[in-house]
Structure formats: structure tokens, C-alpha cells
């Protein structure tokens, strides 16, 4: 016994006629005869008397009828009941993100959802993209930002950015003057870099070294603006993505483009594979897609 049995039982009983109900509840007359069959042979008692035009209650029909209609009510309350509840978007996201983070696109992401769903709330966590991935395998996060394309096999994900790194440098340095700058060129400068928790740190060494060199490194950090200062002290060159360049004004310092080969900050969001998402990391995931295509249409009508 089921609320389908229930319901079409009591369906039948309101209308007294197996046609008309079957008609209100869009399903055949068979499917209803058989179903108040079954239900009759579970309980072992003749709930319809089908011998008279009308169909009639039999006296454990009516016992029956009145239980039915207030399970079949209670259902259906709490149906509504959990439907207003989820349809509110209460709960709380956990998101790890990296300092390299854009942080406008970001803020103004956060700032677009919270409006539109004041119910949720969003806990971030900084960390570098080693340990975002690490968290989020774990389950104490539920969704994570991070700078390379993700293993596809635990994760799954969406692209959020896709920027080419550019060369921080001294105003005082010879290659400042250049157009852009070739990876190799770079071969004895002092790197400033993200620490080895972030993927961009194995990124650039690796580009380094197919460029046939291993980079001096004199600092790790993962502070971009200690790493601004350092390079603005003429302390050595860093990379940075170029949309985190265009906010950089200071006379001591200057961008370049990065050539031959380029080096790409390509930032994903990401959750577990398999692993449930509450309804609210859902409805964020749902809303940062559309927030972010209608982000590149605007760009590209601009």
C-alpha cells in the first residue's frame, strides 16, 4: 500500500464512479480498477460495492474512506509544507578560493546571488589551489575555485576565467622597455612566486624548464601585494594575470606580455564528482554559470 492507492481509492469514493475519476486523475479506468483490487486483496475486505450504478462505500469502505482522506491530506500538507521550505533557499556554502582570485568578477558574483537569495549564506575560505582541491576531496568544502584545468575524473567543474599571465618588472630594469618578453630571457632574473601550494607555481617552473632553465626563486609567498612590493623594491620580476594587472598603478613597477610561451591563468570552479550538493551550493552553481555567460555576452557586444 502506497499514496497512489489511497489516492485513486479515494478519488473513486468522492466521485462514486470509476470513469469520472479516472478522468480527474489523468490515468486510465483499468489502471484504477486494478490498483483498488490490490488495495482490497492487501487489506482483505471489500471496500467498493460495484454492483449498484453508482458505485457505493461498503461498511469498511467508509472506515477506510475517512483514514485515507486524512493520511492523503497529511501527505500532501507536508509535500507543500517541504516544497516552501526548500523553494526559501535557506543554508549555507562553503566556497575555498585562492588570493589570485579575480576579485571583482568574484565580489560582484557574491554580491548578484546574495540579492537575489538573502537566505543563503556563504562562508570563504582562502587557501592555494593544492588546497582547495584537497578540501573539497575531503568534504569540508562543497565547492572551490582554483588556477588550472581540474582532473575531470574527481571533479566536476566549469570554467570561470582564462587570462594570460604578464611579467611584473622594475621600471629600471633593461627588459622594461620591451613590447613583451620571452620566457627564456628571463633564464637569470630572481623569480618572486606563489608558494608551492598554488598551482601556478608548478605551472610557471615547468614552463621554465621546457624553456631549458630552472628559475632562480628568492621569495615564495602568497601574497600578491607582498609580491608587488618586492618587485617595486627591484628585488626581482613576478607574474601576474592580466586582468589583476590592470589595477596596478605604481611608477616604480611595469607589465609586460608573457611570449613563447605564454603562460595561461585559468581559473575553474569545482565540486566533488558523485558527491551531494545541498539544494543552496545547487542554486549558486546554477547562478554563477548564468552570471558568468551573460558576463562574456556583455564583453562581446561591448
Request: glycine share 4%.
Amino acid at each position: 500500500m502506497d499514496i497512489l492507492h489511497l489516492r485513486y481509492f479515494t478519488e473513486v469514493a468522492r466521485q462514486k464512479n470509476f470513469s469520472k475519476a479516472a478522468q480527474i486523475i489523468h490515468v486510465s479506468q483499468s489502471a484504477i480498477s486494478k490498483i483498488i483490487k490490490d488495495l482490497e486483496t492487501e487489506l482483505g475486505v471489500t471496500l467498493l460495492n460495484r454492483n449498484s450504478k453508482a458505485v457505493e462505500l461498503t461498511d469498511a469502505g467508509i472506515i477506510f474512506f475517512n483514514q485515507a482522506q486524512q493520511v492523503v491530506s497529511l501527505f500532501d500538507s507536508l509535500t507543500s509544507e517541504f516544497e516552501k521550505e526548500y523553494k526559501l533557499a535557506r543554508g549555507k556554502i562553503l566556497i575555498g578560493l585562492p588570493p589570485i582570485t579575480e576579485a571583482t568578477v568574484f565580489a560582484q558574483l557574491l554580491g548578484e546571488f546574495r540579492k537575489q537569495y538573502p537566505q543563503i549564506d556563504i562562508e570563504l575560505y582562502e587557501h592555494g589551489s593544492k588546497k582547495v582541491e584537497q578540501k573539497i576531496r575531503e568534504g569540508s568544502l562543497d565547492i572551490g575555485i582554483v588556477c588550472h584545468i581540474p582532473d575531470m575524473t574527481i571533479y566536476d567543474s566549469f570554467a570561470l576565467s582564462n587570462d594570460p599571465l604578464r611579467v611584473i618588472i622594475h621600471t629600471g630594469h633593461p627588459l622594461s622597455r620591451l613590447k613583451s618578453i620571452d620566457l627564456k630571457s628571463l633564464a637569470y632574473e630572481s623569480f618572486v612566486i606563489y608558494r608551492d601550494d598554488f598551482s601556478l607555481h608548478d605551472e610557471i617552473i615547468d614552463k621554465c624548464k621546457l624553456a631549458g632553465f630552472q628559475p632562480k626563486i628568492i621569495f615564495e609567498t602568497s601574497q600578491q601585494e607582498l609580491m608587488i612590493q618586492t618587485v617595486a623594491a627591484n628585488l626581482g620580476i613576478a607574474f601576474l594575470p592580466s586582468r589583476l594587472c590592470a589595477d596596478l598603478h605604481m611608477n616604480t613597477i611595469t607589465t609586460i606580455p608573457l611570449v613563447n610561451p605564454p603562460i595561461w591563468h585559468q581559473m575553474s570552479v569545482i565540486w566533488k564528482k558523485g558527491r551531494y550538493l545541498s539544494h543552496a551550493a545547487q542554486l549558486w552553481l546554477s547562478f554563477a554559470r548564468k552570471y558568468l555567460f551573460q558576463e562574456d555576452t556583455d564583453e562581446e557586444l561591448a
